[in-house]
């Protein structure tokens, strides 16, 4: 009966090395979305999934970044090459079934910190 | 480029006064949520206005969303210690969100 959870809470990084951010969504909600939330700035979107497709993949900034969904449940968000600008706080957001105006519920998010 | 400008981007009020902080766009939205956020942990979701025109009451809290759902205020009435966070809109677009930039509340006792 666990809300959204993510892990790792905080992640530190070395420029260009390789991450991955999970995310827990609330069992049945088919729809899961990624944000991402810089300093000072609201969530900005990176990708939307149904179920196991990536449904709106528009808001992720460039090819370093991906996400996969495969059982439909726990999502991964994985960024290669990481550079100091990738630092944020990543969000990670699930809803019953995506549908308009259905409440998206958010988890604490991850840290990210690139040195 | 955020599609959403919240303002005050900041207000610090003393308890039992009232507010009001503004969502405006440019662009239409099939609805418009408003959040607050509090430090380390992720936004929690206050309202949902669909309809243009819309009030909707959240005790102390009142929501109003454009005729042409363009743009939403949240007046606060009668402040409260509790009532301090980050109050950030949401407008949907399909099953995308875009968030503006927040405005940052803080009550002081």
């Known amino acids: 009966g666990a809300g959204v959870s993510q892990t790792p809470s905080n992640k530190v990084t070395e420029k260009g090395k390789y991450v991955e951010l999970r995310c827990d969504p609330i069992s049945g909600h088919t729809a899961l979305y990624w944000y991402r939330q810089s300093l000072g700035q609201g969530p900005e979107f990176l990708i939307y999934?149904?179920?196991?497709?990536?449904?709106?993949d528009s808001g992720l900034p460039n090819d370093r970044f991906f996400a996969v969904r495969p059982e439909g449940s726990v999502s991964t968000l994985k960024i290669q090459r990481t550079e100091r600008g990738d630092s944020a706080v990543y969000l990670c957001?699930?809803?019953?079934?995506?549908?308009?105006?259905?409440?998206?519920?958010f988890g604490p998010g991850t840290r990210l910190t690139v040195l | 480029t955020q599609l959403l400008e919240q303002s005050p981007q900041f207000l610090s009020i003393q308890e039992g006064e009232n507010l009001t902080v503004y969502c405006n766009s440019s662009s239409v939205f099939s609805s418009l949520q408003w959040y607050r956020q509090e430090p380390g942990e992720g936004p929690v979701l206050l309202v949902t206005?669909?309809?243009?025109?819309e009030v909707k009451k959240l005790k102390r809290l009142t929501f109003q969303f454009g005729d042409a759902r363009k743009d939403s205020s949240l007046h606060i009435t009668a402040a409260q210690p509790g009532d301090t966070g980050l109050y950030l809109c949401?407008?949907?677009?399909?099953?995308?969100?875009?968030f503006g930039s927040g405005t940052k509340l803080n009550v002081k006792p």
């Open positions: 957001a699930s809803s019953l079934t995506g549908g308009r105006g259905d409440e998206q519920f």
């Open positions: 999934f149904q179920g196991t497709g990536a449904a709106d």
């Open positions: 949401a407008g949907a677009d399909f099953n995308k969100f875009y």
């Open positions: 206005v669909v309809t243009g025109g």
